[in-house]
């Protein structure tokens, strides 16, 4: 079953323009969430996790348990934001992170 | 620091044979854990060392199996390779068990042809 559910593959914005990339995940227990963002020819690395409560670059997520979602946002896109976003979750207890198949934001100039 | 490290960058193999691929963790981190990515998919985790054993492993057959040394680094194996096993090979490092923060390496692109 899919745990983490990134419904938009591709996302285009203007720059300057608020941003949302959307995040449903399906489990029951409390979970931790993750957002973690590959810009071009690097790595994969962090970017926010739920329990921070950090803003990060500008973005901000937050754990909707009602809704079970954690949308990433940041009010004003910038086009070094333009990359390969996965939201992930780690279920109670668990050491792994199961990754969504991931959201790629252009930021158009 | 050159953070994670993974050899080799890229392989290419044909069905049925095995490969080993290593990871080198960032300096300091003790717990390495092992993601398969498929084309357009997200990373799926394979399986977890942390002191030299496995620790938690993901939904992959036995084919699938990993060694930790004492300087924390690691191995996966994959046996009798499928094509379905063309993918990219991430290695993450962490300070603990976690579920903290994970660091990646650049990958490992295997093709099985």
């Known amino acids: 079953a899919q745990r983490v559910t990134q419904p938009e593959k591709l996302l285009s914005v203007f720059k300057g323009a608020p941003v949302e990339l959307k995040c449903n995940y399906s489990y029951s227990g409390s979970p931790e969430l993750f957002w973690y963002v590959q810009y071009s020819r690097q790595r994969l690395q962090l970017l926010l996790r739920?329990?921070s409560r950090e803003s990060i670059k500008g973005f901000t997520a937050d754990l909707n348990k009602g809704e079970t979602s954690f949308h990433l946002k940041k009010p004003f896109a910038q086009e070094e934001d333009s990359a390969m976003y996965y939201c992930?979750?780690?279920?109670?207890?668990?050491?792994?992170?199961?990754f969504g198949t991931g959201t790629r934001l252009t930021v158009i100039p | 620091d050159a953070g994670v490290t993974q050899s080799p960058t890229h392989l290419i193999k044909t069905r049925g044979q095995q490969v080993t691929l290593r990871c080198s963790p960032k300096?300091?981190?003790?717990?390495v854990s092992w993601y398969q990515q498929a084309l357009g998919q997200g990373p799926q985790f394979i399986f977890q060392y942390y002191e030299e054993e496995e620790r938690q492993r993901g939904n992959f057959p036995d084919r699938f199996s990993g060694h930790q040394f004492p300087n924390y680094s690691s191995e996966l194996n994959v046996n009798a390779l499928l094509l379905g096993d063309s993918a990219l090979y991430l290695c993450?490092?962490?300070?603990?068990?976690?579920?903290?923060?994970?660091?990646f390496g650049e990958g490992s692109r295997l093709t099985v042809l």
């Open positions: 300096s300091g981190h003790d717990t």
């Open positions: 739920h329990i």
């Open positions: 992930a979750l780690s279920e109670a207890g668990a050491n792994n992170l199961f």
């Open positions: 993450a490092s962490s300070l603990d068990l976690g579920p903290g923060e994970l660091f």
